[in-house]
C-alpha cells in the first residue's frame, strides 16, 4: 500500500508564499514522476507542475516564474514553493505520483489534497 500525505496548505494575501509538501510512504520499489494538481470551484482539476525522478519539470504556464517544484528522492518527497500568489491561485491542491510496487506493478496514487486560499 502507498499513501501520500500532503502538508502546507493555508490562507494567504495576495502577494505572499506558501510552500506544499508531500511525501509518499508504504511498500513500494520506487516513486517516479509526481504531480502537483489542483481544483477551483466549478472547475475541472488540472495540472499545476511535475517532476521526474532526475528531476525534469513542467509547469503550466500560469505558474511558471512563481511556482517552484522540488523533490528529495531521498525522502520520496516533493515540495511546492509558490510565491506571488494571486486569489486566480485558490484550490484544493493534490499531490499525485507514479509508482512501481513491491510486486514490480505499476501504480498511480493521489494525496488527500490541501486547501491554498489566496485573499485579495
Known amino acids: 500500500q502507498v499513501q501520500l500525505v500532503e502538508s502546507g496548505g493555508g490562507l494567504v494575501q495576495a502577494g505572499g508564499s506558501l510552500r506544499l509538501s508531500c511525501v509518499a510512504s508504504?511498500?513500494?520499489?520506487?516513486?517516479?514522476?509526481m504531480s502537483w494538481y489542483r481544483q477551483a470551484p466549478d472547475n475541472e482539476r488540472d495540472l499545476v507542475a511535475r517532476i521526474t525522478r532526475g528531476g525534469s519539470t513542467v509547469y503550466v504556464d500560469s505558474v511558471k516564474g512563481r511556482f517552484t517544484i522540488t523533490r528529495d528522492n531521498a525522502k520520496d518527497a516533493i515540495y511546492l514553493q509558490m510565491n506571488s500568489l494571486k486569489p486566480g491561485d485558490t484550490a484544493h491542491y493534490s499531490c499525485?505520483?507514479?509508482?512501481?510496487?513491491?510486486?514490480?506493478?505499476?501504480?498511480?496514487?493521489w494525496g488527500q489534497g490541501s486547501q491554498v486560499t489566496v485573499s485579495s
Open positions: 499525485n505520483a507514479d509508482y512501481i510496487g513491491k510486486d514490480w506493478r505499476t501504480g498511480n496514487i
Open positions: 508504504g511498500s513500494f520499489f520506487s516513486i517516479n514522476d
